[in-house]
């Protein structure tokens, strides 16, 4: 039997599930506390207790920035945190809109699609 | 809280200087950040030789404590080059008051240099932030322009309450002879400047200069017999509660309110005291935040504070009088100037930006994205 320790590091089992598909986060089993970027312990609390779940994908518009760029290297492109419905919140796009109409407070959902070369969590409005 | 008193007063600058703020074309970091120390040094009439503690951090050394001591040939008994970004140096004197207490060290100089306007423009030895780089947020900025879209959603800010404090910063900047940008600027220039990371634009962020800075911190028995009235470091604490934007828990609320509060008990003075106040600005957003953390209004009302030319020249609480990091220089880690600008004005050598009877002066660092945050307050003798 592995011990908590033992194989990939959460970074890289977090990547290996995105690259299946899914968004997993963590939860500490002595709290029941969402975390997300992944970690090796409880942040705060030290426990070894992380266990993985499937994120709900559901999340919220913390703040948002349009990054401005020109034209010719891509265009300007939304830069936002979005507060996920566990707890965590992350850093991410919201795409399929315009990123200057992406306003705090608007309802989210998670979506996975390659960016810069490798599988990420994304969002769209609701 | 614990009691620091046992630090307070225990260390006192005699020595600070500035070199190539600005543009300093051909002259690589090292070489600012040891003529700025052989400016202080000389500033404070103390030889090379004496200096036996040596702190310095830049955005370009790995090792920058090691770096200075080579270049100029020194071998400190005690060093630090701990990088915790723009506010490091305010942490280095937390730390070379304790060692110069202790008796570790007997002549304290804190170094910073950087050629990053003449080298080509912002560059860190900062890794790529995980869980973050994959959507290229162009950090710094894009970490201050979304705590800016939050502070502004949560207490109705406008971009011209944020443009009030860059037009302050230029009001000073027009009184210092030393500052970058001195021409006349406008609440409607700010706001109306391109947009870099909405809701900043380009004159919401601080300037990409060139400079190096120094200090002198030697035991107050010491620094009496020198040339210059000796500034007291009379309190200072840090705190830092992320390093990713997206890991700090209200970016409203910075962990200045950790270190403000601190600071202000170990020197036994509060806000109210303060006759100067020099909060590092690397973008609009920081000023309002800075003092509403301090304690200089309450939270959301910031906005409010800086309207009307309250932060100004003529204003009511003179807040960075160099010009800040707006307006005066910005060579990638400003820490040092805000400091040296506190111990100017408390010195009273800063000319026509003066503040007349500056006894008291809060130098406040910040790093990082909004994270590490270091509190220092200095004195002339008489606040002892």
Do not use: Q, W
């Given at each position: 039997m592995s011990g908590y320790f033992d194989g990939p590091g959460p970074e890289a089992v977090f990547r290996e599930h995105l690259a299946q598909g899914r968004f997993m986060i963590q939860r500490s089993a002595s709290t029941g506390r969402h975390v997300f970027y992944p970690r090796v312990v409880a942040p705060g609390?030290?426990?070894a207790d992380l266990e993985w779940v499937e994120a709900s994908g559901e999340g919220t518009v913390y703040a948002t920035t349009v990054t401005r760029r020109r034209p010719e290297q891509g265009g300007d492109y939304n830069v936002a945190l979005i507060d996920l419905a566990e707890g965590p919140r992350m850093l991410s796009r919201v795409v399929g809109?315009?990123?200057?109409a992406v306003t705090i407070g608007m309802k989210v959902r998670a979506r996975i699609q390659e960016l810069n070369g490798a599988p990420a969590v994304v969002f769209e409005p609701v | 809280m614990p009691n620091l008193k046992f630090l307070r007063g225990k260390a006192a600058c005699v020595g600070a200087a500035t070199a190539g703020t600005g543009e300093a074309p051909g002259r690589n970091a090292t070489e600012l950040m040891a003529e700025a120390v052989h400016r202080a040094l000389a500033d404070a009439g103390i030889?090379?030789?004496?200096?036996d503690g040596l702190f310095a951090a830049t955005?370009?050394?790995?090792m920058a404590a090691m770096s200075l001591a080579e270049h100029l040939g020194l071998r400190p008994k005690y060093s630090n080059g701990s990088?915790?970004?723009?506010s490091s140096f305010l942490a280095h004197a937390l730390d070379a008051a304790m060692a110069l207490e202790a008796g570790l060290i007997d002549v304290a100089v804190i170094a910073y240099g950087s050629n990053q306007r003449t080298a080509g423009g912002f560059r860190s030895v900062s890794e790529p932030m995980p869980f973050e780089a994959q959507y290229e947020p162009r950090n710094p900025i894009t970490a201050y322009a979304l705590a800016a879209s939050r502070y502004m959603h949560q207490y109705g800010a406008t971009r011209a309450d944020l443009a009030a404090v860059a037009v302050a910063a230029r009001g000073w900047a027009q009184l210092?002879?030393?500052?970058?940008m001195r021409e006349p600027l406008t609440i409607g220039e700010v706001v109306s400047?391109?947009?870099?990371?909405d809701p900043l634009g380009k004159l919401d962020c601080c300037l990409v200069t060139d400079g190096g800075a120094a200090v002198v911190l030697t035991r107050p028995d010491r620094a009496r017999d020198g040339s210059h009235k000796p500034v007291y470091l009379l309190g200072a604490a840090m705190a830092h509660h992320h390093r990713m934007i997206s890991a700090?828990?209200?970016?409203?609320?910075?962990?200045a309110a950790d270190s403000g509060p601190r600071a202000f008990a170990m020197a036994g003075?509060?806000?109210?005291?303060?006759d100067t106040v020099q909060l590092?600005?690397?973008?609009?957003?920081n000023t309002i935040l800075f003092l509403e953390d301090l304690g200089?209004?309450?939270?959301?009302?910031g906005k409010d504070f800086v309207?009307?030319?309250?932060?100004?020249?003529?204003?009511s609480l003179p807040v960075?009088?160099?010009?800040?990091?707006?307006?005066?220089?910005?060579?990638?880690?400003y820490g040092l100037f805000v400091m040296i600008e506190a111990i100017r004005q408390a010195r009273g050598t800063?000319?026509?930006?003066q503040v007349d009877g500056a006894r008291l002066c809060l130098a406040h660092g910040n790093g990082g994205v909004l994270s590490s945050q270091v509190t220092t307050i200095w004195g002339t003798e008489e606040t002892l």
């Open positions: 609390t030290g426990a809109i315009d990123p200057g | 030889g090379l030789a004496e200096v955005a370009v050394h790995s990088n915790i970004g723009g210092n002879p030393e500052a970058f400047a391109r947009p870099i990371s700090m828990p209200d970016l409203t609320v910075t962990a003075y509060g806000p109210k005291d303060m590092y600005d690397a973008f609009t957003i200089f209004c309450a939270k959301g009302e309207r009307g030319g309250r932060i100004a020249p003529g204003g960075n009088t160099n010009g800040g990091g707006l307006s005066c220089v910005h060579p990638g880690m800063c000319g026509k930006r």
